[in-house]
């Protein structure tokens, strides 16, 4: 596969590639501008979870910012490259929050555990924000483009990492020799999309324990005798809710 456009650490050797060595005027001005950039894109990203990617305007952008539309307009060029952008920033906090804690956890099931553990922490915030991953996919699952494809990408980046975390628990014997990394990945992934159908959508009370305990009768069907139990620090949390390519070790 590609490597993903998504990249957090392609977009900071990018940045500090394009910063002037001399560190002059031209490096503190390019700085500011920036650091006005990225303020954009977190306001972006923040009416992205609630009005969809497709609602992103220049325009209403540059009424929450207090900027003129060309003030946002030169930072961006294009309302296609704003959304770019803010899938990028999203992408980059999902690694954030759920893929680079997870590797801290040896390989195997306890890694597998603390990515689907970290999945559902920001799956729990979610419910109330929105999924910019979900609501993407519907907006533009029929409309090819840039867009669409920097979407695909970052979602797809994400499974093959959820992929090879099921593989690493095979090799480690902590899943049968015959498990089916895809498959198990595909029902992971399929739990997560019917939980913010359930909760999100019909409000339907107990949803993350559901989700949780299909999670473990995954587990279950699959695991070998004796696998390895959940750390502490990655058991499963009690909500109050009502419901770039990553590489790994």
């Known amino acids: 596969m590609p490597a993903s456009p998504l990249s957090l650490k392609t977009t900071k050797a990018a940045k500090a590639a394009r910063t002037p060595a001399n560190g002059g005027v031209a490096s503190k001005s390019q700085h500011k501008g920036q650091q006005t950039k990225a303020a954009i894109v977190d306001a972006a990203l923040g009416l992205a979870t609630q009005i969809g990617l497709e609602g992103l305007s220049i325009g209403a952008l540059a009424e929450v910012m207090h900027m003129s539309k060309s003030g946002v307009f030169a930072h961006f060029g294009s309302r296609e490259e704003l959304q770019i952008s803010v899938i990028r920033e999203y992408h980059a906090r999902f690694e954030e929050e759920v893929f680079f804690p997870a590797l801290q956890q040896p390989r195997g099931l306890p890694r597998l555990r603390a990515l689907f553990h970290n999945w559902m922490m920001r799956t729990s915030v979610e419910i109330d924000s929105g999924c910019l991953y979900i609501s993407g ?29 099921v593989v690493q628990a095979r090799e480690a014997g902590h899943l049968r020799a015959d498990t089916d990394e895809h498959q198990i990945a595909f029902e992971i992934h399929g739990l997560v999309l019917a939980l913010h159908y359930e909760a999100r959508f019909l409000k339907t009370p107990g949803s993350i324990e559901r989700a949780n305990t299909a999670f473990s009768n995954i587990l279950g069907r699959c695991g070998c005798e004796g696998a390895v139990a959940p750390p502490a620090s990655a058991s499963t949390p009690a909500f109050s809710s009502p419901l770039s390519s990553p590489s790994q070790e």
């Not at 996919?137 to 797809?156: I, K, N, T, Y």
């Open 137 to 165: 996919a519907v907006e533009f699952d029929d409309r090819p483009g840039p867009v669409r494809d920097a979407l695909a990408s970052s979602v797809q980046t994400w499974l093959t990492a959820l992929n090879r975390a």
